[in-house]
């Protein structure tokens, strides 16, 4: 079947827009990696409602834990820090040849990030009063204000990581692969204080020295890859085997979680500080990734496989940033006008795999909604050039707002 006059235009329009250096293998594996964010939120991303008609949180993963190695699949978390480091390599150094320095650089690089996140903060802002006065229930914007921010993290430990770049750069390129390992170790030293022996006696926070070396780990070898240290495919080989014999010792042997993210109601999460589970499966990934480079650059040779791919490209932080909205536009409407009865696979409780199937059914609709919202916002993408300064001044105090009611109510 043929594609439509005006698409077979738009895709010519972007092949022929595509350099030729192009890195297509690479784009296609950030691609993935961020459509697995809202296909796992919207998957695990389940609601009840109480006696008022208000929506609260609850995850599939509660009642359903043989499906925890689904999350495997869809925590793709090490996919995307390994092709952003690639990226961040590419990009640094052509910097430098150009003469731009690497101040110059991180700056460019978190305004790309942060005008996005700007922007979703206030919009919340403006929508939670809004929501408020049709009558929608306190403990409903409570919900959608946990999903908002839920993604937001992410963004800020990839900004801090984004900010280590120059340093990380020269560790990849006079060590290579052994740079990522002061990473693992890292994790590795503080998940045996916090499980081992002697854990009752360690601080509740002794977790969060993993945030960094954490998330940075996959990032890390992006850099290697980056500097062309990580293109052999033996190193392909020994990150995937390694990486798998390590997740597998850690799940039989170490007793880890096998969820890759939280569930509600358990005392340990691999995610939300990384575990060294992450790691491994960050590992592991990122050995596929090398593996499978040349294929699938190959594939996404065919014009009709890569203009999706740009796309997606195009609209990553407008993904990140508003698929939960997406979710909410959906369920918030339907908890107010069913009466107060919970509708099958969106606000009924998420406890059995009928509901699973369901979700499945509403995963369509979730991204035509945000498909719209991104028509909408994908604006805090571009560059705000022309943008009066009292409208960003007003983006920044509601931003500040919708900050302050999170801390406030989260």
Same mark, same amino acid.
């Given at each position: 079947?043929?594609?439509?006059?005006?698409?077979?235009?738009?895709?010519?329009?972007?092949?022929?827009?595509?350099?030729?250096?192009?890195?297509?293998?690479?784009?296609?594996?950030?691609?993935?990696?961020?459509?697995?964010?809202?296909?796992?939120?919207?998957?695990?991303?389940?609601?009840?409602?109480?006696?008022?008609?208000?929506?609260?949180?609850?995850?599939?993963?509660?009642?359903?834990?043989?499906?925890?190695?689904?999350?495997?699949?869809?925590?793709?978390?090490?996919?995307?820090?390994?092709?952003?480091?690639?990226?961040?390599? *590419? #990009?640094? !150094?052509? +910097?430098?040849?150009?003469?731009? =320095?690497? /101040? $110059?650089? %991180?700056?460019?690089? @978190? &305004?790309?990030?942060?005008?996005?996140?700007?922007?979703?903060?206030?919009?919340?802002?403006?929508?939670?009063?809004?929501?408020?006065?049709?009558?929608?229930?306190?403990?409903?914007?409570?919900?959608?204000?946990?999903?908002?921010?839920?993604?937001?993290?992410?963004?800020?430990?990839?900004?801090?990581?984004?900010?280590?770049?120059?340093?990380?750069?020269?560790?990849?390129?006079?060590?290579?692969?052994?740079?990522?390992?002061?990473?693992?170790?890292?994790?590795?030293?503080?998940?045996?204080?916090?499980?081992?022996?002697?854990?009752?006696?360690?601080?509740?926070?002794?977790?969060?020295?993993?945030?960094?070396?954490?998330?940075?780990?996959?990032?890390?070898?992006?850099?290697?890859?980056?500097?062309?240290? *990580? #293109?052999? !495919?033996? +190193?392909?080989?020994?990150?995937? =085997?390694? /990486? $798998?014999? %390590?997740?597998?010792? @850690? &799940?039989?042997?170490?007793?880890?979680?096998?969820?890759?993210?939280?569930?509600?109601?358990?005392?340990?999460?691999?995610?939300?500080?990384?575990?060294?589970?992450?790691?491994?499966?960050?590992?592991?990934?990122?050995?596929?990734?090398?593996?499978?480079?040349?294929?699938?650059?190959?594939?996404?040779?065919?014009?009709?496989?890569?203009?999706?791919?740009?796309?997606?490209?195009?609209?990553?932080?407008?993904?990140?940033?508003?698929?939960?909205?997406?979710?909410?536009?959906?369920?918030?409407?339907?908890?107010?006008?069913?009466?107060?009865?919970?509708?099958?696979?969106?606000?009924?409780?998420?406890?059995?795999?009928?509901?699973?199937?369901?979700?499945?059914?509403?995963?369509?609709?979730?991204?035509?909604? *945000?498909?719209?919202?991104? +028509?909408?916002?994908?604006?805090?993408?571009?560059?705000?050039?022309?943008?009066?300064?009292?409208?960003?001044?007003?983006?920044?105090?509601?931003?500040?707002?919708?900050?302050?009611?999170?801390?406030?109510?989260?």
């Amino acid at each position: 079947m043929s594609l439509p006059l005006d698409v077979r235009a738009a895709v010519t329009a972007i092949e022929a827009r595509t350099p030729a250096h192009r890195d297509r293998a690479v784009d296609g594996l950030r691609a993935l990696a961020l459509l697995s964010v809202p296909a796992g939120h919207w998957l695990v991303g389940g609601f009840t409602l109480d006696e008022t008609g208000a929506l609260h949180n609850a995850s599939p993963l509660a009642a359903l834990g043989a499906l925890a190695p689904a999350s495997w699949f869809f925590q793709l978390l090490g996919i995307f820090f390994l092709v952003g480091g690639y990226a961040s390599a *590419l #990009s640094l !150094r052509r +910097a430098r040849e150009r003469g731009t =320095g690497s /101040g $110059a650089w %991180l700056r460019g690089r @978190l &305004l790309r990030l942060g005008r996005p996140v700007l922007g979703v903060a206030a919009g919340w802002a403006v929508l939670l009063p809004l929501l408020s006065l049709a009558g929608v229930p306190g403990a409903t914007l409570r919900t959608a204000s946990v999903l908002v921010v839920q993604p937001l993290w992410f963004v800020g430990v990839y900004a801090v990581i984004t900010a280590l770049t120059p340093y990380a750069l020269r560790a990849a390129e006079r060590a290579g692969l052994w740079s990522a390992l002061p990473l693992l170790t890292a994790v590795a030293v503080v998940d045996a204080l916090r499980y081992g022996p002697f854990a009752e006696a360690m601080p509740s926070w002794l977790g969060l020295l993993n945030l960094l070396p954490g998330w940075l780990f996959g990032y890390q070898l992006g850099l290697v890859w980056g500097v062309g240290r *990580l #293109s052999r !495919r033996a +190193a392909g080989w020994l990150l995937l =085997g390694g /990486g $798998a014999v %390590l997740f597998a010792v @850690l &799940l039989t042997v170490f007793g880890y979680p096998a969820s890759m993210v939280g569930v509600p109601g358990e005392a340990r999460t691999n995610s939300h500080p990384p575990s060294l589970l992450v790691l491994a499966l960050a590992a592991a990934q990122s050995g596929v990734a090398v593996l499978v480079r040349e294929r699938l650059a190959a594939l996404l040779a065919r014009p009709a496989l890569w203009a999706p791919v740009v796309v997606i490209n195009l609209s990553a932080m407008t993904i990140l940033c508003w698929h939960q909205s997406a979710m909410l536009a959906a369920a918030i409407p339907a908890a107010a006008l069913n009466g107060g009865a919970a509708v099958a696979g969106l606000t009924a409780d998420p406890a059995t795999l009928g509901w699973v199937a369901l979700r499945l059914l509403w995963l369509p609709l979730f991204a035509v909604l *945000l498909l719209g919202i991104g +028509a909408l916002t994908r604006r805090f993408e571009q560059p705000w050039v022309g943008v009066p300064a009292g409208r960003r001044a007003l983006a920044g105090v509601l931003a500040a707002a919708f900050s302050l009611y999170t801390f406030a109510v989260v």
